[in-house]
């Protein structure tokens, strides 16, 4: 994992007191189905990532797209930072 990816796994760990340890969690673990996110839980993610990455995640963004697993919630963070995440070519 980068270090956007482990941050998020601190977030969710620490922040919102995920019961899964961070070295067993995956980058495509679902937040909802594997960590048991609800939608408070969507909601506080989401400032928690505004607040530790300086970014500001609009209403647009704010979709199950974007906070479906670790991976697609930090090539937002990346996207947003003005990083968007390579494509492999």
Known sequence: MNDIERAIGSMLTADLFVEVPEDRMNLDDR???????????????????ENTFGIT??????????????????????????NPPSTGA
Do not use: H, Y
């Open 31 to 49: 937040l909802r189905t594997d960590f048991g996110l609800d939608s408070l839980g969507f909601v506080e993610l989401r400032v928690v990532c």
């Open 57 to 82: 995640i609009s209403d647009d963004d704010f979709t199950p797209e974007n906070f479906t697993s670790i991976r697609t919630l930090a090539e937002l963070v990346r996207t947003l930072q003005g």
